[in-house]
C-alpha cells in the first residue's frame, strides 16, 4: 500500500482547479434561527479558491454554476443542528441532502445522512451527531456547456434543524456539543 500525506494530492490526480464553498447559514435577515425543510438549499456565505481561480461562482440563492469545458467532482458534508430539543424528546432527528441538476430537476449523485440522537439522552457524547462527516458527492461532466447544481435538503425526518456550523445549544446533559463545520469541495479537472 502507497500513500501520499500531501494535503491537495498533487501528482496522482491534478486538479485544474479546487474550490471550497463554506461558512453555512440556515437563517433569514437579521439572523432569526429559521428550520431548512425538504428542498431547501444549503446556503455558504463563503469561497476560496484553494488550486486555480474561476473554478465555479454561488449565488444567494444556493445555485452554484459550473463553467464549460471541464469535469468535475462535487463533494459536501452538512454539520447542522436542532436548536428545540427538549427534555421532554426522545425522537431522533434525521436530516438528508444530496446535490440537485437545476436544469432536470432531479437529485444526482450520493446522498447524505445526519442521525442526531437527542442530546439530552442519557448517551455517549461521541453519538450526537451519530454521522458527523457524511460526504455528498457526485461527478459532473460539463464538457458541452455550463451546469447549475445545487446542494439541497433532501428529506428532514422530525427535528428543528435552525443552527449550522456553531456550538449545539442545548443546555441539557451532555451540554453543549461542537456540531462541525459544513463545507463544499468542488474539483475540477480538464
Known amino acids: 500500500m502507497t500513500f501520499s500525506n500531501r494535503a491537495l494530492q498533487n501528482g496522482f490526480v491534478d486538479p485544474s482547479g479546487l474550490l471550497r464553498l463554506s461558512n453555512s447559514y440556515a437563517t433569514t435577515g437579521g439572523g432569526t434561527p429559521t428550520a431548512?425543510?425538504?428542498?431547501?438549499?444549503?446556503?455558504?456565505?463563503?469561497?476560496?479558491?484553494?488550486?486555480g481561480s474561476s473554478i465555479a461562482t454561488i449565488?444567494?440563492?444556493?445555485?452554484?454554476?459550473?463553467?464549460?469545458?471541464?469535469?468535475?467532482?462535487?463533494?459536501?458534508?452538512?454539520?447542522?443542528?436542532?436548536?428545540?430539543?427538549?427534555?421532554?424528546?426522545?425522537?431522533?432527528?434525521?436530516?438528508?441532502?444530496?446535490?440537485?441538476?437545476?436544469?432536470?430537476?432531479?437529485?444526482?449523485?450520493?446522498?447524505?445522512?445526519?442521525n442526531t440522537t437527542p442530546a439530552n439522552q442519557t448517551t455517549d457524547e461521541a453519538d450526537v451527531p451519530l454521522s458527523k462527516d457524511e460526504t455528498a458527492r457526485c461527478w459532473i461532466d460539463a464538457t458541452g456547456g455550463a451546469v447549475d447544481v445545487s446542494w439541497k435538503v433532501s428529506n428532514v425526518v422530525y427535528g428543528n434543524y435552525d443552527q449550522s456550523d456553531t456550538i449545539y445549544p442545548n443546555s441539557n446533559s451532555p451540554g453543549e456539543l461542537w456540531v462541525g463545520y459544513t463545507r463544499c469541495l468542488i474539483w475540477r479537472f480538464d
Open 59 to 114: 449565488s444567494g440563492a444556493g445555485v452554484i454554476t459550473l463553467p464549460s469545458g471541464y469535469y468535475y467532482l462535487l463533494e459536501a458534508s452538512l454539520s447542522i443542528g436542532d436548536s428545540s430539543a427538549t427534555s421532554s424528546s426522545t425522537t431522533n432527528r434525521e436530516i438528508y441532502t444530496r446535490f440537485y441538476d437545476e436544469t432536470a430537476l432531479s437529485y444526482i449523485g450520493t446522498e447524505t445522512y445526519q
Open 36 to 51: 431548512v425543510s425538504t428542498g431547501d438549499r444549503i446556503l455558504m456565505a463563503d469561497s476560496q479558491d484553494l488550486v
